[in-house]
């Protein structure tokens, strides 16, 4: 599955890539709480995204079928 992040800076970074299927789930807020997709990797607030830092939020973006692309918010 090809997949590829992008660097905006200040904590900011695009997660997209090939899925035929995702999921995620959002709080009473209407906030993403996680976001899976296909054969991962599992996103979830609280978590680490790579050795970019620890998730504050997450944010799913227009995506062609059969991709996913999600900006992520990050803090260390």
């Known amino acids: 599955?090809?997949?590829?992040?992008?660097?905006h800076g200040d904590g900011w970074y695009t997660y997209e890539g090939d899925?035929?299927?995702?999921?995620y789930s959002k709080n009473d807020d209407g906030d993403i709480t996680y976001f899976d997709p296909e054969s991962g990797p599992f996103?979830?607030?609280?978590g680490e995204f790579?050795?970019?830092?620890r998730i504050s939020s997450l944010f799913i973006e227009s995506a062609p079928t059969n991709k996913?692309?999600?900006?992520i918010q990050t803090e260390r």
């Open 1 to 7: 599955m090809s997949r590829k992040v992008t660097i």
């Open 19 to 23: 899925a035929m299927y995702y999921r």
């Open 43 to 46: 996103l979830q607030i609280g």
């Open 50 to 53: 790579r050795e970019y830092g």
């Open 68 to 71: 996913f692309k999600i900006r």
